[in-house]
Nanobody, 117 residues
Framework: QVQLVESGGGLVQPGGSLRLSCAASGFAFSNYAMSWYRQAPGKERELVAA??????NYLDSAKGRFTISRDNAKNTVYLQMNSLKPEDTAVYYCNAKHIYNSRYTYWGQGTEVTVSS
């Protein structure tokens, strides 16, 4: 059974940091590109960061503040978020997509991040 379980969300003040984790199970983790998406209230879901075997890419507004990483031994992907802004407030979702066959795509349930003073 495929599972993606996010954790690490919460309430943080502007300028603060959070580290999100996504623990994966039920599929061959190393064969999947892993991504973090987010969806703010009333907005469409957007790609925040992605990592494949050796490549990362980021939403422009996340560059320099967020870092995505993965530990294939632990089947886990992380999103380190620094210098958080109120506009980063959203539900953050973990996504797994097979490198060669995008038909195999999975989503987590999401973790909520609120940036507010």
């Amino acid at each position: 059974q495929v599972q993606l379980v996010e954790s690490g969300g919460g309430l943080v003040q502007p300028g603060g940091s959070l580290r999100l984790s996504c623990a994966a199970s039920g599929f061959a983790f190393s064969n999947y590109a892993m991504s973090w998406y987010r969806q703010a209230p009333g907005k469409e879901r957007e790609l925040v960061a992605a990592i494949t075997r050796g490549t990362t890419n980021y939403l422009d507004s996340a560059k320099g503040r967020f870092t995505i990483s993965r530990d294939n031994a632990k089947n886990t992907v992380y999103l380190q978020m620094n210098s958080l802004k109120p506009e980063d407030t959203a539900v953050y979702y973990c996504n797994a997509k097979h490198i060669y066959n995008s038909r195999y795509t999975y989503w987590g349930q999401g973790t909520e991040v609120t940036v507010s003073s």
